[in-house]
């Protein structure tokens, strides 16, 4: 199963639905599009400790080689578990664990969309795209 942004707060749901099947983690690393105040706490509250993304972590990435765009001013962050997950991501063993997703999963993303072009599915239903 595939969580999607869409489904932040499901997101939280599908981690948890491992504990049948082959167990829980007791780590979840996540990109911004999950961030999400209920499924941060759902799992925090079964000893799960999630890292999630508040935001870019860097206004342009160091491969390149555009110009960089304008600076835009900072997202403000208000909410309590967004500013204690801020901190959190801050800690050198956060920072270690998070950078491991730049080595396992985004790469694979990176090149089914740049190198093969594919960045949507344009039949509906898992038969026709098959």
Do not use: C, N
């Amino acid at each position: 199963v595939v969580a999607t942004p869409a489904d932040a707060p499901g997101f939280a749901t599908i981690i948890l639905g491992m504990a049948r099947g082959i167990g829980l983690p007791k780590t979840v690393l996540a990109d911004t599009g999950f961030a999400s105040g209920p499924a941060v706490a759902a799992l925090e509250a079964r000893g799960i400790e999630p890292l999630v993304a508040i935001g870019r972590t860097q206004p342009h990435r160091a491969y390149d080689f555009r110009p960089p765009p304008q600076p835009k001013a900072p997202r403000r962050v208000h909410e309590p578990w967004r500013l204690a997950m801020q901190a959190k991501l801050q800690t050198p063993d956060a920072k270690a664990l998070y950078a491991r997703r730049k080595h396992t999963v985004e790469p694979v993303f990176g090149s089914i969309k740049a190198a093969l072009g594919f960045t949507r599915f344009h039949l509906r239903g898992l038969a026709q795209v098959a």
